[in-house]
């Protein structure tokens, strides 16, 4: 699986953005999808997941409320929408999967090593 994001920027304090992660290679449903965010000297952090239909999502408790994860099978697209952007969300953003094949209802794993693969970050940078 190829995994492709896009969609960071500049955004000021309040704002929103909405990050995209576009998917190739496999059937797009067999996998969970995650986002996670690393921001200079940080550890890797998880963001949020959704499970391969779509119907079962998980989140950090820093974005519930904020930001929403949500999936296109048909386009083979995981979209990160971030609203009420804080400065502490300035991070690279990483979209992340990993095959769950018939367990596609099941709520998806917050952990980073379950997922196998991951695509390049982009940059979420809000201003004060």
């Known amino acids: 699986v190829q995994l492709q994001a896009s969609g960071g920027g500049l955004v000021q304090a309040g704002g929103s953005l909405r990050l995209s992660c576009a998917a190739s290679?496999?059937?797009?449903?067999?996998?969970?999808m995650g986002w996670f965010r690393q921001a200079p000297g940080k550890e890797r952090e998880f963001i949020a997941a959704i499970s391969g239909s779509g119907d079962a999502t998980n989140y950090a408790d820093s974005v519930k409320d904020r930001f929403t994860i949500s999936r296109d099978n048909a386009r083979n697209t995981v979209h990160l929408q971030m609203n009420t952007l804080k400065p502490e969300d300035t991070a690279a953003y990483f979209c992340a999967a990993y095959y769950s094949g018939a367990d596609h209802d099941r709520r998806p794993d917050w952990r980073s090593d379950e997922y196998a693969y991951w695509g390049q970050g982009t940059q979420v940078t809000v201003s004060s």
């Open positions: 290679g496999r059937t797009f449903s067999w996998y969970a």
